[in-house]
């Protein structure tokens, strides 16, 4: 009898780390290596002389032995692609290139959030180096929505544009881009969203996740996507000998500022090509020499060197503020913005726009909240989660329905009505459940008007009395998957660590496997058996802690978002008792001290025998 295959043999589960099978928030707590995790853990911490932690938490994020050295160093060099690998890529750098040796005049139109913004300022900027005057259109979230329209088209053409390029959009507009080739323009379209099973008639669409492409570049942000092409663009350039002295050809890796914000707000994974641009960008930002860049950290008040997160939570909030709830094209100004008083003005204003926003989505989030339990009902049944309401602000329904995900662990969708009974919407799913694919099967099945999106996210467009349809319809399309995936409530943990060991230089350690995120989970650590020994409230519904070892170190917590959570609860109820805590270290700068904090994940009651930290 031949010996059975590899994937055919049993997959080795990792026991209960810690022994916790249920903590009190109902979470299995697993060791993310498996016993071949651990070996190759060892393996790469003996032959790379790294620290065993760190070693760890490359084996846990599938980093191979001979792979470590380029892991730690990600460089663009290495990892970006010949750029003709990209379907059309070499027809859209050809048209580009021929608007830049023609002086002509070109449109670039936007989408409205931060990628989209980051890669309109990206494409502006190089135009402008080749001594263009690009048009730069970001549609309104209320009255233009999503992606090209023909009205827009039909002013970029009057304002002599023969040359369309549309950014993060563009891939499922197949009207408004046939009337922008009826009127004379050329049209290339820079786009990473799904494709449907109609392409627009264009001179080139450069999407890496249209159907005919085999690049493997699916997982760029659009921002990174236009990077690629400004260097198909640079090189069609170099060939027509296009670069001179007084025209010198531009340095796209000082702008990588911008391709790191848009990369992390958009959550694009942070592998491959992604990982080199967010690590390099970051390096970027923290020279502190692009004026727009910085007066956006200033208004954040961000003031120790930008980490990843900072993108997401801090900076990206901000740009995407003006395209919610103010103007859309505040962010590309500012990005594009030299004059640091004005770069100041309009961070402010961006700034002002998002605190704003966070009281319309908070009032929003209850309403929503309150509609969803009722839906759910004691018994707490339901796969998808379908809430609307007149009144809701358009801008923040994606925001709150990553709050109803968040909160309920299933697939949400929160649905802002106008007066005549039309609703426009956003979901967001849960890790397993694909629901751009769910929502496209919708629009062609009749329950929605437009609708659109990847498998993490999705806009709707739909009839108020669809909404029953359309709730029942996710239900049918999702169960089984929902099912499957909320059967599994793991917590992957990358290793114990007492508060004694939790210092600055083990925070350090860590984040050479960074830059953390979508595709890169920053590293989880538990800490064994610890007194409780400090909690209150602060802030928006946080939780400040401080947790004691049994030799009388302490570590600083916080528990964000936590108050009237599972998490909140088990926090207060345990005041004083000893837990087993888990979460993430991150460095907190107050007054220029630096200090570490545990971001607290999940806590559990320790069983009556001993805990081994491993």
Same mark, same amino acid.
């Given at each position: 009898?031949?010996?059975?295959?590899?994937?055919?043999? $049993?997959?080795?589960?990792? $026991?209960?780390?810690?022994?916790v099978?249920?903590?009190l928030?109902?979470?299995?707590w697993r060791?993310?290596?498996?016993?071949?995790?651990?070996a190759?853990?060892?393996?790469i911490s003996q032959?790379?002389?790294? $620290?065993?932690?760190?070693?760890?938490v490359?084996?846990?994020?599938?980093v191979?032995?001979?792979?470590?050295?380029?892991f730690?160093?990600?460089?663009?060099?290495?990892?970006?692609?010949?750029?003709?690998?990209v379907?059309?890529m070499?027809?859209?750098a050809?048209?580009?290139a021929?608007?830049?040796?023609?002086?002509?005049?070109?449109?670039?139109?936007g989408?409205?959030?931060?990628?989209?913004a980051t890669s309109?300022a990206?494409?502006a900027?190089?135009?402008r180096?080749?001594g263009?005057?690009?048009?730069?259109h970001?549609?309104?979230?209320?009255?233009?929505g999503?992606?090209?329209?023909?009205?827009?088209v039909?002013?970029?053409?009057a304002?002599?544009a023969?040359l369309l390029v549309t950014?993060?959009?563009?891939?499922?507009?197949?009207?408004?881009?046939?009337e922008?080739?009826?009127?004379?323009m050329?049209?290339?379209?820079?786009d990473?969203?799904q494709?449907?099973?109609?392409?627009?008639?264009?001179?080139?669409l450069?999407?890496p996740?249209r159907?005919?492409d085999?690049?493997?570049?699916?997982y760029?942000?659009?921002v990174?996507?236009?990077?690629?092409?400004?260097?198909?663009?640079?090189?069609?350039?170099?060939?027509?000998g296009?670069?001179?002295?007084?025209?010198?050809?531009?340095?796209?890796?000082?702008?990588l500022?911008?391709?790191?914000?848009g990369?992390?707000?958009?959550?694009?994974?942070?592998i491959?090509?992604n990982?080199a641009?967010?690590?390099?960008?970051l390096?970027?930002?923290?020279?502190?020499?692009?004026?727009?860049?910085?007066a956006?950290m200033?208004?954040s008040?961000?003031?120790?060197?930008?980490?990843a997160?900072?993108?997401?939570?801090?900076?990206?909030?901000?740009?995407?503020?003006?395209?919610?709830?103010?103007r859309?094209?505040?962010g590309?100004?500012?990005?594009?913005e030299?004059?640091v008083s004005?770069?100041?003005?309009?961070?402010?204003?961006?700034d002002?726009l998002?605190s704003?926003?966070?009281?319309?989505?908070?009032?929003?989030e209850a309403?929503?909240?309150?509609?969803?339990l009722?839906?759910l009902?004691?018994?707490?049944k339901?796969?998808?989660?379908?809430?609307a309401?007149?009144g809701?602000?358009?801008?923040?329904v994606?925001?709150?329905?990553?709050?109803l995900?968040e909160?309920?662990?299933?697939?949400a969708?929160?649905?802002?009505?106008?007066?005549?009974g039309?609703g426009?919407?956003?979901?967001r799913?849960?890790?397993g459940?694909?629901?751009?694919k769910?929502?496209r099967?919708a629009?062609i099945?009749?329950?929605?008007?437009?609708?659109?999106?990847h498998?993490m996210a999705a806009?709707?467009?739909?009839?108020?009395?669809?909404?029953?349809?359309?709730?029942?319809?996710?239900?049918?399309?999702?169960?089984?998957?929902?099912?499957?995936a909320?059967?599994?409530?793991?917590?992957?943990?990358?290793g114990a660590?007492s508060?004694?060991?939790?210092?600055?230089?083990?925070?350090?350690t860590?984040?050479?496997?960074?830059?953390?995120g979508?595709?890169?989970?920053?590293?989880?650590?538990a800490?064994?058996?610890?007194?409780?020994?400090f909690?209150?409230?602060?802030?928006?519904a946080h939780?400040?802690v401080?947790?004691?070892?049994?030799?009388g170190?302490?570590?600083n917590?916080?528990?964000?978002?936590?108050?009237?959570?599972?998490?909140?609860?088990?926090?207060?109820q345990?005041?004083?008792?000893?837990?087993h805590?888990?979460?993430?270290l991150?460095?907190?700068?107050?007054?220029?001290?630096?200090?570490?904090?545990?971001?607290?994940?999940?806590?559990?009651v320790?069983?009556?025998?001993?805990?081994?930290?491993?």
């Open positions: 009898m031949p010996p059975l295959a590899a994937s055919a043999l $049993p997959v080795e589960q990792p $026991p209960a780390f810690l022994g099978t249920q903590s928030t109902a979470k299995l060791d993310r290596l498996d016993t071949r995790g651990a190759r853990a060892l393996a032959r790379h002389l790294l $620290p065993e932690m760190l070693a760890r490359l084996a846990g994020r599938g191979e032995i001979d792979a470590v050295p380029d730690l160093d990600p460089t663009i060099r290495k990892l970006m692609p010949d750029p003709f690998t379907t059309q070499e027809a859209a050809k048209r580009i021929d608007a830049a040796v023609r002086a002509e005049k070109v449109a670039i139109f989408d409205y959030d931060v990628d989209g309109a990206l494409l900027w190089h135009l180096h080749c263009l005057d690009p048009l730069i970001i549609p309104d979230r209320l009255f233009e999503y992606g090209p329209n023909t009205d827009a039909r002013v970029l053409a304002r002599g023969t950014v993060d959009c563009g891939t499922t507009s197949l009207e408004p881009l046939a922008a080739k009826r009127l004379g050329s049209v290339v379209v820079i990473h969203h494709a449907g099973l109609e392409l627009p008639d264009v001179d080139a450069v999407n996740n159907p005919d085999l690049s493997g570049l699916g760029l942000a659009a990174g996507l236009t990077l690629v092409t400004l260097v198909a663009v640079n090189r069609e350039l170099r060939a027509r296009f670069w001179t002295g007084e025209m010198p050809e531009p340095d796209l890796l000082g702008m500022h911008h391709v790191a914000l990369t992390v707000a958009d959550v694009a994974p942070l491959g090509l990982r641009l967010v690590a390099k960008g390096i970027a930002l923290r020279r502190r020499d692009h004026v727009g860049h910085t956006l200033d208004v008040r961000l003031n120790g060197p930008p980490e997160w900072h993108l997401g939570f801090l900076l990206g909030p901000r740009i995407n503020a003006g395209g919610r709830i103010g859309a094209d505040l590309v100004r500012l990005l594009l030299g004059d004005e770069a100041a003005r309009i961070a402010a204003e961006l002002r998002n704003e926003r966070r009281i319309i989505e908070q009032a929003a309403q929503a909240e309150a509609e969803a009722a839906s009902g004691l018994e707490d339901g796969s998808v989660i379908v809430t309401s007149e809701w602000h358009p801008g923040v994606g925001l709150v329905a990553a709050r995900k909160k309920f662990a299933r697939p969708f929160a649905v802002a009505l106008e007066p005549g039309l426009t919407g956003s979901g799913s849960i890790g459940v694909d629901l751009g769910a929502v099967q629009v099945d009749g329950v929605l008007l437009k609708g659109g999106g498998a806009g709707v467009t739909l009839r108020k009395e669809k909404l029953g349809e359309f709730r029942a319809y996710l239900e049918s399309a999702l169960a089984a998957d929902v099912a499957q909320r059967h599994v409530n793991e917590l992957l943990i990358d660590v508060a004694r060991g939790v210092t600055t230089e083990l925070v350090a860590l984040s050479r496997a960074g830059p953390f979508s595709g890169n989970p920053e590293p989880i650590l800490l064994p058996s610890h007194q409780l020994a909690a209150e409230e602060v802030g928006q939780l400040r401080r947790f004691q070892s049994g030799d170190a302490v570590v917590g916080m528990a964000f978002r936590a108050v009237g959570q599972k998490l909140g609860q088990a926090l207060i345990h005041r004083g008792q000893s837990l805590v888990a979460g993430a991150v460095l907190d700068r107050y007054q220029g001290v630096e200090r570490v904090q545990l971001r607290v994940l999940d806590v559990a320790p069983d009556p025998g001993p805990a081994v930290i491993r």
